[in-house]
């Protein structure tokens, strides 16, 4: 089955260095991917969405110049946290759509990738 | 906007017992509707969706949910559970089916068995 990729799995940062996760398809294509952060016993919420060969539209209250999405091939698409505070500490996921496969085809999440900020 | 709520944040069930969890959502129009089970530290696994038609939908592991439009519910129901099904477990609402539109999670609910 349709397989999304997360890497690092895990990561700890010092205050004020940047962090960059990567999201990837594996087994197909796909112009859009999102990304959503969940806090300790919350819910995902999203925090954009990553278009391939354009820029990333960014939900309400997200900080574009802090949160950088780059999706420059098909299968790829990264998150940069820039400058990261320790209240960036969260779970990131993403998630993809099989493009060729339309509208009916299902969203598959990555594992998700949990970053402590120190 | 569409909004979902998930009233019990945690519930214990014994191995072999049913289950249900509760899922109400808030939508103008015709919803199309999500459960995803998430294990720690993992991401999420679609379980079921419901978008037209049968009101009772089959998914993955046993689970079924039942798409009540007068109750603005959508539950999701296990005759017996297994020790593997302890997880989180998340109901979404949709604007269209698996479009790129946003899906709205709820706040999740943990399940816990017990043996």
């Known amino acids: 089955g349709a397989v999304v990729s997360q890497h690092p799995s895990w990561v700890i940062c010092k205050s004020g260095t940047s962090v960059k996760i990567e999201c990837r398809s594996l087994d197909f294509q796909a112009t859009t991917m999102f990304w959503y952060r969940q806090f300790p016993k919350q819910s995902l919420m999203l925090m954009a969405t990553s278009n391939e060969g354009s820029k990333a539209t960014y939900e309400q209250g997200v900080e574009k110049d802090k949160f950088l999405i780059n999706h420059a091939s098909l299968t790829l698409s990264t998150l940069t946290v820039t400058s990261a505070h320790p209240e960036d500490s969260s779970f990131y996921i993403c998630s993809a759509r099989d493009t060729r496969r339309g509208a009916n085809s299902p969203l598959h999440f990555g594992n998700g990738t949990r970053l402590t900020v120190t | 906007a569409q909004s979902v709520t998930q009233p019990d944040i945690h519930i214990t069930v014994s191995e072999g017992a049913s289950l249900e969890l509760r899922c109400n959502y808030s939508?103008?129009?015709?919803?199309?509707l999500f459960w995803y089970v998430q294990s720690p530290g993992q991401g999420l696994q679609l379980l079921l969706k419901?978008?037209?038609?049968?009101?009772l939908v089959q998914g993955i592991k046993g689970f079924e949910a039942e798409f009540k439009r007068s109750q603005s519910s959508f539950n999701l129901r296990k005759p017996s559970v297994h020790w593997s099904d302890a997880a989180e477990y998340f109901c979404a609402v949709g604007a269209t089916n698996f479009g790129n539109e946003k899906l709205t999670f709820g706040t999740g609910t943990r399940l816990t068995i017990i043996p």
């Open positions: 419901y978008f037209s038609g049968d009101t």
């Open positions: 939508y103008g129009a015709t919803p199309y």
